[in-house]
């Protein structure tokens, strides 16, 4: 079951501050401005391109942030775990898929959540799957509804659009009781990419592919409403959509160094940063001790295999303003070092101790993980105006 919401009243460690400066550190800070922008920013992209933007809340994982996706009330989204589908459920998300393969136990849990009135569409790639949820809502006395996985590029699970399977899985979801929501792809190899043309080239073989494959369906006699396709990279870059139905994707809410690096977003677009303090200085080593290590900022190192790698994070001055290529250069568990990048000219900044400073991070919703709550700020402001609980777990 979905873990109860942080109140104000349960934030420990001083985190009650009302300025950031003020904040036990590390801290997990939200600009909602840029937030905002992201958001505004591709659902403006997908209205014009007439396709439905399912966005997937992994990344942010908080009620506050799907109300300002959804402002006027709730709409269909993503999730990742049951534990988010039980959570938005319960702030009145009804329209939920969940984007992850479906096991026994997952199968159980989701009817309920159906039995319940909640339209969750499960996902899975085989008859075995396909039994297993048949089973599962004949025990819960609900129909359950499934997509069909599409692996669009290797990256992920899913039968390839012309993998003879695809007919044997909807027949054995029509013979259990299941009904057929669609296909569903996701571009993994995106992440990978780092060219418009690269980029634009993906988000076509992504389409493609996926409505290819619902072609076959409906070709042999099975209804194929949902062509589901998404990801950040090729939700922003996506020319043609034709016979798309929706688009799912989840970090462009707060994007982070990786999604620079591919080249989908700006620093100035990455809306969440960890806030850490500078506990000691070594400068014989040209280094800076934060208390930020890899409990706060993660482990992901998703930056290493692009053309700029970016360490564990891209430090900032407490206002939010970049200091030239000064990364963590290393981190362990509650220690973050800070080092000029390798290379550069730049010298290290005269930080005292005490001193305050921002990271942005490498993944988004790795990062934001490691966090109960987003302290909202705004740009230019130093004040907290809000603070937002994150849910948790699986």
């Known amino acids: 079951m979905p873990q109860p919401e942080m109140r104000v009243t349960d934030i420990r460690n001083g985190e009650t501050a009302a300025a950031v400066g003020a904040l036990a550190t590390p801290a997990l800070l939200l600009d909602k401005d840029r937030l905002h922008r992201n958001l505004d920013r591709l659902s403006s992209r997908m209205a014009r391109q007439g396709v439905v933007l399912r966005p997937h809340m992994k990344t942010a994982k908080s009620i506050d942030v799907a109300q300002r996706v959804y402002p006027s009330g709730a709409g269909p989204i993503t999730v990742s775990t049951l534990a988010e589908a039980e959570y938005f459920a319960q702030h009145g998300f009804r329209d939920i898929t969940y984007a992850v393969g479906l096991a026994p136990h997952t199968a159980a849990r989701?009817?309920?959540?159906?039995?319940a009135g909640i339209d969750l569409k499960a996902l899975l790639d085989s008859p075995e799957q396909a039994i297993i949820l048949g089973a599962a809502g004949?025990?819960?006395?609900?129909?359950?509804?499934?997509?069909?996985?599409?692996d669009c590029d290797g990256h992920r699970g899913g039968l390839t659009a012309t993998d003879p399977k695809l007919i044997a899985v909807a027949a054995a979801l029509a013979e259990v009781g299941v009904k057929l929501a669609g296909i569903l792809t996701h571009a993994g190899e995106s992440y990978g990419l780092s060219t418009p043309a690269t980029l634009v080239a993906a988000a076509e073989n992504e389409r493609a592919l996926a409505v290819a494959a619902a072609t076959t369906l409906r070709a042999a006699g099975h209804e194929c409403p949902v062509v589901s396709v998404g990801s950040t990279p090729t939700a922003h870059f996506a020319e043609d959509l034709t016979g798309v139905t929706e688009m799912r994707a989840g970090v462009y809410m707060f994007f982070d160094l990786v999604m620079h690096g591919v080249g989908v977003c700006t620093?100035?677009?990455?809306?969440?940063?960890?806030?850490?303090?500078?506990?000691?200085?070594?400068?014989?080593?040209?280094?800076?001790?934060?208390?930020?290590?890899?409990?706060?900022?993660?482990?992901?190192?998703?930056?290493?295999?692009?053309?700029v790698d970016q360490g564990y994070g891209l430090v900032c001055d407490v206002a939010g303003k970049i200091y030239p290529d000064l990364i963590v250069s290393q981190a362990s568990q509650e220690h973050?070092?800070?080092?000029?990048?390798?290379?550069?000219?730049?010298?290290?900044?005269?930080?005292?101790?005490?001193?305050?400073?921002r990271i942005l991070p490498n993944h988004a919703c790795a990062t934001a993980s490691q966090h109960a709550l987003y302290n909202v700020v705004s740009a230019g402001s130093g004040a907290i105006e809000a603070r937002w609980p994150r849910m948790r777990g699986w």
């Open 267 to 307: 620093t100035d677009d990455i809306a969440i940063s960890v806030l850490a303090t500078v506990i000691g200085k070594k400068p014989e080593k040209g280094w800076i001790l934060v208390d930020a290590g890899w409990m706060a900022l993660s482990r992901d190192r998703g930056t290493a295999a692009q053309r």
């Open 110 to 115: 989701a009817m309920r959540l159906r039995k």
């Open 138 to 150: 004949r025990a819960a006395g609900v129909i359950p509804s499934a997509f069909i996985e599409i």
């Open 336 to 357: 973050g070092i800070l080092a000029v990048r390798p290379g550069s000219a730049q010298a290290l900044p005269d930080l005292s101790i005490g001193a305050k400073v």
